[in-house]
């Protein structure tokens, strides 16, 4: 095709080509084959074109400012900074956050995030006894953490989980802002106790989600499994699965109900969800560890290269750790921090 | 910059700061495109993207990549922006068809011709023209402009700009030749 003609097409796409050179196109699609091709070809690109012009717009000078900033500093300049690593005994949990200018919201996560990070370190360069131990997850955030005596927490959004650096010498007590998964390590001699604003939950070994949002009129518990107790102001309620305890803030009464719906429901928020096309272990590893925020490795070098194709939807870290076990015949073996592939390699 | 996934990796790990600035620059765009396929949100796409930049800055020592940087930070953003997805639908959580729902949302998500970035590889390919070429073609496509303005707005002949939106469409054609085939297949079927 000749230069003169590419003209052509170019200005009958761009709508600048008179009725005679429009003509012109037309007649030549009919008669020539590759010409008609060819038309038909820069006319998807030229109608595709258009879904790449909103990346006119991304500014990367500014975009590379921001996170030269965020890495420089710690903090996102442009969000607000939510201080929150140690704080002692007697201070009160922090509400959520209820105003941030749009937009931001992930930029506060992403804050939120870092402070957590460096308050794992914190936990560990500064074990005093009057300090207590809190995570804090931001907008869009959900964490996993493992307490000391092996408890499992799924930390939702906007939350906020402390407890004492002695936590299960004695006791078991938490103190929870916000919403939390808990999977209770079993222990008789040593019941696990949830603190809120409004109510305390009591078990000994089952899982059960509370939540008690600073900002919400009502505070809640729903019980998976086992049973628990609950408490709230002189009254007590004992719960069984499927049962839910509401405590309403404003006359402080504790009533008993049944949860609407399917109980995995409730905590439908804690699952997380994955997609992996023949991806090295190692990489699914990395994205495991990031996203449940947990330490998930692989002992033998000769496992790092097996690859794996699946599909995650709704499931706990354990629950996908399950299945690339039998699917690749490793070894999953349970860690202070995480959890450790071992096996023969693929 | 001319270095192999190898050397960028390494380079990276030491915490050269150049490198990752380049390789931050260099995939950009091209990740907040990608995000924005599975999110439909571009503000949104871009704060996952910074989000994933500043993670892999932090965690550049003990971080391990099987194959190259740039693989890494293309499945973490799908996850992200899957995760993304799935707490927007959590959100909801007490109604039951949160699960139905979240199935028709993956369903979009898989691309028909298995590649997602196909979008990429048009804004890559525009990137790539000739710097005239490339900057009439887009005042034309993205701009909405008359072939008169854009010759009066860079001083130069009508003739010229319709030379270089020919030239244009020569080049892209054959740059994303692959591509076309199967697109226009699919869609005469």
Known sequence: MSENQWDLVGKYLSGEASAK??????????????FRRHVEESRWLWEHSDKVREAEEVDVDAAWRRVSARIDTGVDTHAPVRPVVSETRDSRPRGRTATLPAGTTSLAAAVAALV???????????????????QQTGPSEVIELELPDGTIVTLNENSRLSYAPDFGTDERTVTLSGEGFFDVMRDEHKPFIVHTEALEVTVLGTSFDVQAYDSESESSVVVATGRVRVEAGNEEVQLVPGDMGTVSKSNNS??????DGDVRNVSAWRMKSFTFQNEELTDVVENLSDSYHMDVSISEESLKNCRLSATFNNRTLKEVLQIISSTLNVNVEKTPRGYKLSGQGC | MTLSPKEIT?????????????????HYTELCLFARKYINDMEKGEELVQDLFVRLWEKRETMEFSTSVKSYLYTSLKNACLN????LKVRE???QHVAREY????????DPMGEPDFEIRVYGAIENLPRQCREIFKMSRFEGLKYREIAEHLGVSIKTVENQIGKALKILRVDLKDLMAILIICSTW
């Open chain 2, 10 to 26: 390494q380079k990276l790990k030491d915490g050269d700061r150049k490198v990752f600035e380049e390789l931050f620059r260099m």
């Open chain 1, 21 to 34: 050179e429009i003509a012109e196109v037309e007649a030549l699609m009919v008669s020539d084959e590759p």
């Open chain 2, 93 to 95: 959580k007490y109604q």
């Open chain 1, 254 to 259: 504790l009533t008993k109900g049944k949860t």
């Open chain 2, 84 to 87: 993304h997805l799935k707490h």
């Open chain 1, 116 to 134: 957590m990070l460096s308050a794992v370190a914190f936990f560990f360069l500064n074990r005093n006894a009057e300090d207590i131990i809190a």
């Open chain 2, 103 to 110: 199935k028709d949302s993956q369903h979009h998500l898989h």
